[in-house]
């Protein structure tokens, strides 16, 4: 039985930032203060959500581009490749 049978719905963020409901559970996990999204197991989430603080404000994207429209920058521990070409393509006063 997949997730789209189950019943089960997952809350994501979408391309505006708003949450929305999916029958799909999402791709990528962000951090909602910090607006980072990574990999679902990303080592450095991981040991946030292990010392607790971080829950409060975990999000979840059902693809990369859906992070970075509503605003979001890459990991650059799970994503060094996607956090470097951010970097090169961000404006020098840009927020994120």
């Not at 999204?37 to 603080?53: F, K, V």
């Not at 979001?72 to 956090?83: I, K």
Request: proline share 7%; charged share 25%; hydrophobic share 30%.
């Amino acid at each position: 039985m997949d997730a789209s049978t189950s019943g089960r719905v997952w809350k994501l963020l979408g391309a505006d930032g708003k949450p929305y409901d999916s029958t799909q559970p999402g791709m990528l996990g962000g951090h909602r203060r910090g607006r980072i999204y990574g990999r679902l197991d990303c080592p450095s989430a991981l040991r946030a959500i292990a010392r607790g603080g971080y829950l409060r404000d975990r999000v979840f994207f059902a693809n990369e581009r859906d992070a970075v429209a509503a605003g979001f920058r890459p990991c650059a521990v799970c994503l060094p490749d996607a956090h470097d070409r951010g970097k090169k393509t961000r404006q020098p006063n840009s927020p994120v």
